[in-house]
């Protein structure tokens, strides 16, 4: 149990010490619904804006900030489910199996329901700013609260069809125990799929140690409960489904305030007031009350129906991959027992070499993400400032102008550096004649305001090329890595998950194809994190579908031997097809990758 607590302890501490303090996505995320741009400080510049190694020194140090806490976190949700399997199976077989089918009847409705809107929301949040950030915060929240209600009460309704759909049919002996399991684990379903929208939302903003704090502490709550229910109070199986559901609610709420809390504006009424008997004469002051100001209805209804569309299209995606990885499960359960156990512990263990590698992609995701919105909010900038520049020509003899920095971009001007030709200033009016002097604040030599948006934005645009580059090397890097070690342990690591020495030994045969499969797959984690990142939903489901479907063929061709070999091989194409789509897609620099090229408005 200690190791497992340092598992998880560890890894926070380290996206502690890994945390940038200049970084953008680690301030608060409303500042501009009070006043203050988050990057209109003359004293601290944007890091888009730092020279190149220092650059890509904070963006490695926030791609680490946010993927360690993420592993802390799926490697909590995998200690539970062994806790949970450690006490059910004092209660034998039935109550063993009954809650496998249940597990596998709720885990199947997550991935359906709940990506969607978890892979959508970390996109759709990272990099914006006011009403557009809270707007798109707050449907996310409604749809992902309207989606688990509506699985508890189809769980609660139809308990006995679903676990029958999932292998325990009436008068099965595991049936009464499964759908007692799946109607109390319903209940938690409408914070699960909260949880999951917010965690979501959180690696947008850049921050997942509040999420892991709030999971730690739901995690305590299930191991305190768990036996318990399942023992003191005779729930069985049902107890645990009971605890996890409790656990839910109490990650998912302090989760939930503080997110709020987060994107509340203080009072416009409520100034600082003095606090009597605080210490210094006159007391101290209070800081003013906050109050969550509702986006108008239009920036709700849009962001509303970007959610659906993004979800409704991953929605999708995730039936193509449910498709293909349960046919490649059906397929190794008809070569036999030997042969299916020994793919179910190397599937398990390939799941834990790539784990690293899935955190990776979730940081990868947000930071792309971030910084192809602030390129787009950057571009509309620019073209605006351009607009405002036409429009003002006719009366620029008499200065008559309005001021630059209309738009949904990043406003202040720059000062010419030796090393990056950029430091923070004040925005410049165009429509000024040449000969005019410069404005009140900005000196001799500051590069107008819309140039600084041409500047940044470029700098966007390698951040982003950075990002994608660093998350395939890593990817790749600790996928071979960790295969190597597995190799070298192979026998240990095998023998700790099975006492069958004939599946020990289907399992260590068909050991280096499966490592070589997770090192593509490791490669497959950033290659579809690229593509959610870029937004690009439509491609990442035509890449995932590609793939299944020649996962399915190529274990449907009379050709194949029909072996646990020919099940790995077939997966390991999967793998690599939805590398190659993924990277094809995003070299043709077409649709949302335009955005690598250099943009008109920039030049």
Same mark, same amino acid.
């Given at each position: 149990?200690?190791?497992?607590?340092?598992?998880? @302890?560890?890894?926070?501490?380290?996206?502690?010490?890994?945390?940038?303090?200049?970084?953008?996505?680690?301030? $608060?995320?409303?500042?501009?619904?009070?006043?203050?741009? $988050?990057?209109?400080?003359?004293?601290?510049?944007?890091?888009?804006?730092?020279?190149?190694?220092?650059?890509?020194?904070?963006?490695?140090?926030? /791609?680490?900030?946010?993927?360690?806490?993420?592993?802390?976190?799926?490697?909590?949700?995998?200690?539970?489910?062994?806790?949970?399997?450690?006490?059910?199976?004092?209660?034998?077989?039935?109550?063993?199996?009954? &809650?496998?089918?249940?597990?596998?009847?709720?885990?199947?409705?997550?991935?359906?329901?709940?990506?969607?809107?978890?892979?959508?929301?970390?996109?759709?949040?990272?990099?914006?700013?006011?009403?557009?950030?809270?707007?798109?915060?707050?449907?996310?929240?409604? /749809?992902?609260?309207?989606?688990?209600?509506?699985?508890?009460?189809?769980?609660?309704?139809?308990?006995?069809?679903?676990?029958?759909?999932?292998?325990?049919?009436?008068?099965?002996?595991?049936?009464?125990?499964?759908?007692?399991?799946?109607?109390?684990?319903?209940?938690?379903?409408?914070?699960?799929?909260?949880?999951?929208?917010?965690?979501?939302?959180?690696?947008?903003?850049?921050?997942?140690?509040?999420?892991?704090?709030?999971?730690?502490?739901? &995690?305590?709550?299930?191991?305190?409960?768990?036996?318990?229910?399942?023992?003191?109070?005779?729930?069985?199986?049902?107890?645990?489904?009971?605890?996890?559901?409790?656990?839910?609610?109490?990650?998912? @709420?302090?989760?939930? @305030?503080?997110?709020?809390?987060?994107?509340?504006?203080?009072?416009?009424?409520? #100034?600082? *007031?003095?606090?009597?008997?605080?210490?210094?004469?006159?007391?101290? /002051?209070?800081?003013?009350?906050?109050?969550?100001?509702?986006?108008?209805? &239009?920036?709700?209804?849009?962001?509303?129906?970007?959610?659906?569309?993004?979800?409704?299209?991953?929605?999708?995606?995730?039936?193509?991959?449910?498709?293909?990885?349960?046919?490649?499960?059906?397929?190794?359960?008809?070569?036999?027992?030997?042969?299916?156990?020994?793919?179910?512990?190397?599937?398990?263990?390939?799941?834990?070499?790539?784990?690293?590698?899935?955190?990776?992609?979730?940081?990868?995701?947000?930071? /792309?993400?971030?910084?192809?919105?602030?390129?787009?909010?950057? *571009?509309?900038?620019?073209?605006?400032?351009?607009?405002?520049?036409?429009?003002?020509?006719?009366?620029?003899?008499?200065?008559?102008?309005?001021?630059?920095?209309?738009?949904?971009?990043?406003?202040?001007?720059?000062?010419?550096?030796?090393?990056?030709?950029?430091?923070?200033?004040?925005?410049?009016?165009?429509?000024? #004649?040449?000969?005019?002097?410069?404005?009140?604040?900005?000196?001799?030599?500051?590069?107008?305001?819309?140039?600084?948006?041409?500047?940044?934005?470029?700098?966007?645009?390698?951040?982003?090329?950075?990002?994608?580059?660093?998350?395939?090397?890593?990817?790749?890097?600790?996928?071979?890595?960790?295969?190597?070690?597995?190799?070298?342990?192979?026998?240990?690591?095998?023998?700790?998950?099975?006492?069958?020495?004939?599946?020990?030994?289907?399992?260590?045969?068909?050991?280096?194809?499966?490592?070589?499969?997770?090192? @593509?797959?490791?490669? &497959?984690?950033?290659?579809?994190?690229?593509?959610?990142?870029?937004?690009?939903?439509?491609?990442?489901?035509?890449?995932?579908?590609?793939?299944?479907?020649?996962?399915?063929?190529?274990?449907?061709?009379?050709?194949?031997?029909?072996?646990?070999?020919?099940?790995?091989?077939?997966?390991?194409?999967?793998?690599?097809?939805?590398?190659?789509?993924?990277?094809?897609?995003?070299?043709?620099?077409?649709?949302?990758?335009?955005?690598?090229?250099?943009? $008109?408005?920039?030049?």
């Amino acid at each position: 149990m200690s190791a497992a607590v340092a598992l998880l @302890i560890v890894p926070a501490l380290l996206a502690h010490a890994c945390a940038p303090p200049n970084a953008a996505s680690l301030r $608060p995320a409303l500042q501009s619904r009070t006043g203050a741009h $988050p990057r209109a400080s003359a004293a601290e510049p944007p890091p888009s804006l730092f020279p190149p190694p220092a650059r890509w020194q904070a963006l490695d140090r926030e /791609l680490g900030a946010i993927a360690l806490p993420s592993l802390a976190a799926l490697s909590c949700e995998n200690l539970l489910s062994l806790v949970d399997t450690l006490y059910i199976g004092r209660l034998g077989a039935v109550q063993l199996g009954a &809650a496998g089918v249940g597990i596998a009847a709720t885990y199947s409705f997550a991935k359906l329901f709940g990506d969607p809107l978890t892979k959508t929301s970390t996109s759709l949040v990272a990099g914006r700013e006011g009403d557009a950030l809270l707007s798109s915060v707050l449907a996310a929240l409604a /749809l992902a609260l309207l989606l688990g209600l509506a699985q508890s009460t189809a769980f609660l309704l139809f308990a006995p069809r679903i676990v029958g759909g999932f292998g325990a049919a009436p008068g099965s002996p595991l049936a009464g125990p499964a759908a007692d399991y799946l109607r109390l684990r319903s209940l938690g379903a409408p914070a699960v799929t909260l949880l999951l929208v917010m965690q979501g939302i959180y690696r947008g903003l850049g921050d997942t140690l509040t999420p892991l704090a709030c999971t730690l502490a739901g &995690a305590a709550v299930n191991a305190v409960l768990d036996p318990i229910l399942i023992f003191k109070f005779g729930l069985g199986c049902g107890g645990a489904a009971a605890a996890t559901a409790v656990a839910n609610y109490v990650s998912a @709420i302090p989760l939930l @305030i503080l997110l709020l809390r987060r994107l509340s504006a203080p009072a416009k009424d409520d #100034g600082p *007031q003095d606090v009597p008997g605080a210490g210094a004469p006159g007391g101290a /002051l209070r800081s003013p009350a906050r109050r969550l100001v509702l986006p108008p209805a &239009a920036s709700l209804r849009a962001a509303a129906g970007g959610y659906v569309a993004a979800g409704g299209t991953i929605y999708l995606r995730t039936v193509g991959k449910l498709w293909g990885y349960s046919f490649a499960a059906r397929r190794a359960a008809s070569l036999g027992p030997i042969p299916a156990a020994a793919y179910a512990l190397t599937f398990q263990l390939g799941v834990a070499t790539t784990q690293l590698c899935e955190a990776v992609s979730l940081a990868m995701q947000a930071l /792309l993400s971030r910084e192809l919105n602030q390129h787009a909010a950057l *571009q509309d900038r620019i073209r605006g400032a351009k607009g405002e520049g036409a429009g003002a020509a006719a009366g620029a003899g008499a200065g008559v102008g309005t001021a630059a920095g209309t738009g949904a971009g990043p406003k202040f001007g720059l000062d010419a550096g030796p090393e990056t030709g950029a430091g923070v200033g004040a925005a410049v009016p165009p429509g000024r #004649g040449a000969a005019a002097p410069p404005p009140e604040g900005r000196r001799p030599g500051m590069v107008p305001a819309p140039a600084a948006a041409v500047i940044e934005a470029a700098a966007c645009r390698a951040n982003a090329r950075h990002v994608l580059r660093r998350g395939l090397l890593l990817g790749l890097g600790l996928a071979t890595a960790l295969s190597l070690i597995t190799w070298a342990f192979r026998g240990m690591a095998v023998g700790a998950l099975t006492s069958s020495a004939e599946v020990r030994a289907a399992a260590v045969a068909v050991m280096p194809l499966v490592l070589v499969t997770q090192v @593509i797959k490791g490669l &497959a984690y950033p290659s579809n994190a690229m593509l959610m990142g870029g937004s690009d939903w439509l491609a990442s489901t035509l890449a995932m579908w590609a793939s299944s479907a020649l996962l399915v063929r190529l274990l449907s061709s009379p050709t194949s031997g029909s072996g646990l070999m020919d099940v790995w091989a077939a997966l390991a194409a999967c793998f690599a097809m939805q590398v190659v789509t993924a990277l094809g897609r995003v070299a043709s620099r077409t649709g949302p990758w335009r955005v690598l090229r250099r943009q $008109p408005e920039e030049q």
